[in-house]
């Protein structure tokens, strides 16, 4: 028996159960210890002796005091001094934000708001916990306590709208069950025909919505109609979409913001400086009164983080980007980055409505700017670098609307008027479908050129063209004169469903004024047939209902 485990056994004699907590609350078992302590060292003393067992040569130390074990804690003292010093001092953060102090994420305001609810909650479990105990649930004593799951910095869904389809469903059936009444009742037909189900226009709105559709088809349309180059066209200035870019430039090896931007968005800007003898960088500016904030709701909301330079990159950049207050951050810290680059050429960077320059150049003409996206604002700057002397322009940048405003001046009206980023698109009738529809309708072609020119009123003989043109959009072989007859001849005896109609001449006089002022900077809200929205703006109609044109029907 070795010498601990007999220093054991002698031990379990003397001392009673519970170690050294029995012997010191038990009086006995204390004095036993007392007076048996000299014995028991005196036999452990014998033992050796008669073993000859002899005392260690070796150091008895720590096992973590070697050489390598004290590198490691060092190691992991600097790391952690080094943390904390990039983490800052959290009581001087002065924001109103609740935020995570590694990855600098912030909680949506709805979840900070919980904070304060915090106490009741728990006011309330313990009452319902009392109320239990008096029922006489023993039981329930014993049962563990359910938690309040909260998480604060967890990504909101994009709760997908599951009832919508069953809206229209009903939508329809009313839609129906009204045309049968009307037609019960000897109402005037012509009339019914008039007005819509709802305020939102079922062929102009998805669920109350803007209904969007694929802008980049027309794209594709305009590049079969030309030939591409081979090669990028020689160019004394660049101007270049910042918002693309940095789209284009996820984070590769980059741990911190401050990486991202020296390893992956400044080595790509100091390639454009060298090449050509002027790069402006626009970004686009985020408000939340803004018409396309609707929009952009649909793309989903990302993980909010405070962007700061030795904030880390979150992992997934896309979802970063979702969010409109985090792309302000970034846009406003890569333009701070930009200017304090050392180029013989000039680049200028915008900075929400302010410009900024790597040299000392006026910036008059181009700011303050109340050009909200970039799409526009990039013309500002093409204007005043040709007024500098720039004989040739190059624009990159992967925006439809770009592509339209800076190639033709006859399809800006059409662009708009067959949906864009805040003007609703016809429901089923697609970019390509109404291209299509301009190649067999050549009177529009003049009334697209007109209204590209953002005219202040629009002519009886122009609406009635768009009318039409809207009508072969549904039905190219159709006869019907204007969209309230043709909705008639659809729906009563072509039996089209109601989703599948041309909206009415009110809801498309209405979707007329949005997309006239489309082309016209700077866009003007409180013009158009949109009204505020938990999302922004979102469309509406104040087109009169079925009970209050048609009182046989009430």
Partial sequence: ???????????????????????????????????????????????????????????????????????????????????????????????????????????????????????????ARFQEFLKGMEGENVSKFYEPIKKNQIDFFRQEPVSA???????????????????????????DLNEFFRHENHPFPAALSDGGKLHTCQKSQLAAILETLVKIPDMGPEADCIIIDGSALVNSLPPRTSKTFEDYAALDVLPTIQAYSTKYKRTDIVFDVYRPSSLKSETRSKRGRGVRRRVMSTSKVPSNWWNFLRDSDNKTEIFNFLADKITQMSATNIIIVTKEEDAASNHLISLAKMAPCSHEEADTRIFVHARQAVEEGCKSILIKANDTDVLVIAKSKGILFFHAFTGCDVVSAFCGRGKKTAWQTWDICDEASDVFSKLSQYPPTIDDADMKILENFVVMMYERSSTADGVDNARLDMFARKQRPYEAIPPTQAALLQHYSPAACRPAPPFLPTTWSVAPGSAGMLPCSMLPGFTSSLPALQ
């Avoid at 919508?164 to 009742?185: A, P």
């Fill in 1 to 123: 028996m070795a010498i601990d485990q007999a220093h054991e056994q002698a031990n379990a004699v003397i001392k009673t159960d519970g170690g050294a907590i029995g012997i010191t609350e038990d009086p006995s078992a204390l004095r036993r210890w007392m007076v048996a302590g000299p014995e028991v060292s005196h036999l452990v003393a014998q033992y050796e002796a008669a073993s000859e067992a002899k005392e260690t040569s070796e150091h008895a130390s720590h096992h973590e005091q070697t050489q390598r074990a004290q590198k490691v804690f060092l190691e992991r003292v600097k790391n952690l001094s080094h943390v904390m010093t990039d983490m800052g001092n959290p009581f001087q953060e002065d924001s109103r934000d609740l935020l995570s102090l590694d990855t600098k994420d912030i909680a949506h305001a709805s979840a900070a708001e919980l904070i304060a609810t915090h106490y009741e909650k728990g006011r």
């Fill in 161 to 187: 709208d599951s009832s919508k389809e069953k809206i229209m469903k009903k939508d329809c059936q009313l839609f129906s069950k009204l045309f049968i009444s009307c037609q019960n009742r000897e109402c």
